[in-house]
């Protein structure tokens, strides 16, 4: 590959900051000036914001890279900081969380009560022989005893790694083995599209083949019939059973808080190392930036997985530690309906949503009647991450749902990040749509060439990172090499992220997807986001997703699967004029370089657990190659389905 990343697609609109929320705005533009005239002052400013029963003696240690420490000696209790202490401010009476089941069924847990759960499921991990330093696997549906569980490990000092209650028995197994954790917290089962899914069944078998688990400690939420052993005990029996009272002892600033193990698209799954002190710092401080969290009046909803990181840092940690009202939603989108989260939004008039680009995608395929019929006039704030996001994408969100009032935070970060690191603030940013647009204040950022040097406004290369953060990932679990490997050998002294990007003319910066998907086009190197993106720009498509596939002529050529909005007729002629049109759309928006060769209109694309696109797969299609491996495929007959229903558009012209 060579040195660096086309830059195709040129976007002029942009939309500033709404008058009202700048004049209140949680950031101003000056805490740029303040990260950079003295980037640890600044982080040192935003641990404060935290409680800690032992002041650091230094910020950063960075003697030893690629391994960091933050706050170096300072000591807090993570769960301290995300309950008790709102409770001793007056504040346990406001509600944390407002909790929703898939059939309907609801709980509205206030503070108070949040911190007492969270000291029973600490006393009783105790008395089950959990100690500080311990790993606990937790694998539940969205359930609030999965948040009680996490703050209860953190509580204690142990570390918990929570595994998607959708992963199968291996990923599981190999997850607990990984961490040789001693304790599993499951549940009976969980709803999901309207049906109780079982979850005890497959910790069984993973159990058994897992020697280090002493007990599982199981939830009961669907009343589903399990199979029960010694090792077993309830949730109820226990938990519910146990004192209310519990002291928070205070753990070093460099605990181990949490491992977590990235979705494995690529490779086997990477125990990514998080701690407690600088994690939580700056999950606290992004989100108050980010989000523009005014605790008293918002009510926040992030409809991530409590699996995923972003259910870790925008579930969990950061909007508990800035004592935030939220909505947590067991179920799907389209259970019983369509219209199921637009449903939520008006029921609890939430004022921030946090959402991925694969939700806003569907929606605008289902169409926007469905957003119509409900009041969002709730909505302030609205924020997207997990994958690049099409400008037709992002103008959709902020017309059908933002109601063309809400400003949008496209939030770039990794599970290996631990937060946010390139996002608007919401009440600075003059946003541009498809644009992380900077770094935030106190993150370190560059796009550089194949040799690391940065590239010029207008290019495109690698998106690296240039100095530790507080919540950057410490290691990878039991393999500090491969950690070195991974992410910092490709660039000598950064932090190689894998993704692309560029900056534009002012500098601000647009995700290209990863590299490892960019296609080599006649010598050219052209990222799949931007020929994805010129493809949802045409008014009939919903969702694109295109691949390189081997040309004996130009090397490599663009295949696209793309996926036409509710109403567009795609049958006989009507979908083979939509597909000439599509390339001609591509062609005029990027320039000729970047026609696909061949277009096909599907139903459906294949997507990970977590709802990105598995371009791997798509290749193999494009190139009649048979399938790869499919099982973290979110539903696995999707493929049959491309394979079946697929037209497939193809000219010999050029
Ligand atoms: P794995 O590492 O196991 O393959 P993953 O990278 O999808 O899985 P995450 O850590 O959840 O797991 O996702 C981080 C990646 O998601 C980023 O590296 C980037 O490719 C993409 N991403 C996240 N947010 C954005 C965003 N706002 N814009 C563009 N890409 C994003
Ligand atoms: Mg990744």
């Known amino acids: 590959m060579s040195e660096t990343l086309a830059n195709l697609l040129q976007e002029t609109r942009q939309f500033p900051p709404p008058a009202e929320l700048a004049a209140a705005a949680n950031l101003t533009a ?15 400013r935003q641990a404060r914001r935290l409680h800690w029963s032992k002041e650091w003696d230094q910020v950063l240690d960075w003697s030893n890279p690629p391994f960091a420490k933050w706050f170096v000696g300072g000591q807090l209790n993570v769960a301290y900081n995300c309950l008790d202490r709102h409770v001793e401010a007056g504040y346990g009476d406001r509600v944390a969380i407002h909790w929703e089941g898939e059939p309907g069924d609801t709980r509205t847990i206030t503070y108070a009560e949040l911190l007492a759960l969270t000291c029973q499921a600490a006393n009783a991990l105790t008395a089950l022989g959990v100690t500080a330093g311990d790993r606990v696997a937790i694998y539940l549906p969205m359930i609030p005893e999965a948040v009680v569980a996490m703050l209860a490990c953190a509580r204690i000092g142990a570390t918990h790694s929570v595994v998607f209650g959708g992963f199968s ?10 961490a040789n954790a001693k304790l599993v917290i499951t549940a009976d089962g969980g709803y999901r599209r309207g049906k109780a899914t079982a979850l005890k069944a497959t910790v069984d078998e993973a159990v058994s083949r897992c020697p280090s688990v002493e007990r599982v400690l199981v939830v009961r939420r669907t009343g589903q019939e399990v199979s029960w052993s010694e090792r077993d005990v309830w949730w109820h029996d226990t938990v519910e059973t146990a004192s209310t009272e519990h002291t928070a002892e205070a753990f070093d600033a460099e605990h181990p808080l949490y491992i977590l193990y990235t979705s494995g698209t690529t490779a086997k799954p990477k125990g990514i190392l998080h701690t407690s002190g600088g994690y939580l710092t700056q999950v606290a401080f992004t989100h108050h930036a980010v989000f523009d969290l005014k605790p008293e009046t918002d009510v ?12 870790h840092s925008y579930i969990v940690y950061g909007p508990l530690a800035n004592g935030a009202t939220q909505l947590m939603y067991e179920g799907t989108p389209d259970t019983p309906h369509r219209g199921r989260f637009w449903e939520l939004v008006q029921k609890y008039k939430v004022t921030i949503l946090y959402t991925a680009p694969t939700l806003i995608r569907t929606m605008m395929k289902w169409g926007e009647d469905i ?9 302030r704030l609205l924020g997207s991450v997990g994958e690049p996001i099409n400008p037709e994408a992002w103008i959709w969100y902020r017309e059908n749902i933002g109601r063309g009032r809400c400003p949008i935070v496209d939030t770039w970060w990794q599970t ?10 919401p009440g600075v940013t003059a946003t541009k749509p498809g644009s992380a647009m900077r770094p935030l204040p106190g993150v370190s ?3 550089v060439d194949d040799q690391a040097n940065p590239v010029p406004n207008g290019g495109g290369g690698f998106l690296v990172l240039t100095e530790p953060w507080p919540s950057m990932l410490r290691t990878i679990w039991g393999d500090d090499q491969r950690f070195i490997d991974t992410y910092w050998s490709r660039f000598d002294g950064l932090y190689f992220a894998g993704d692309g990007a560029k900056k534009d003319d002012d500098g601000d910066v647009w995700l290209l997807g990863r590299v490892d998907d960019v296609m080599l086009v006649s010598g050219h190197n052209i990222s799949t986001t931007e020929v994805e993106s010129a493809l949802v720009s045409h008014p009939s498509v919903a969702e694109a997703a295109v691949v390189g596939a081997t040309d004996p002529t130009t090397g490599q050529a663009i295949v696209a699967f793309t996926i036409p909005r509710g109403h567009v007729d795609t049958s006989g002629d009507a979908g083979t004029a939509l597909i000439a049109e599509l390339r001609e759309h591509v062609s005029k928006t990027l320039g000729p370089i970047a026609k696909p060769r061949q277009i096909m209109l599907v139903p459906e694309l294949p997507k990970t657990r977590s ?11 494009a190139e009649n190659r048979s399938l790869g491996d499919v099982t973290t495929l979110q539903d696995s007959s999707v493929m049959e389905l491309i394979s079946a229903g697929m037209r497939a558009g193809k000219s010999d012209e050029d």
């Open 30 to 44: 000056e805490a740029y000036d303040e990260a950079a005239a003295d980037r640890l002052a600044f982080w040192e």
């Open 169 to 178: 028995t291996d990923a599981l197994t190999n997850r607990i083995q990984d």
């Open 300 to 311: 926040y909803w992030c409809t991530a997985d409590i699996g995923w990181v972003t259910g």
């Open 371 to 379: 957003p119509k019929g409900y009041d969002l006039s709730s909505l």
């Open 416 to 425: 290996e990040t631990g937060a946010i690191m390139i996002s608007p603030l």
């Open 445 to 447: 950022a560059e796009v």
């Open 611 to 621: 709802g990105k696109i598995m371009r791997r797969l798509l290749r193999d299609v």
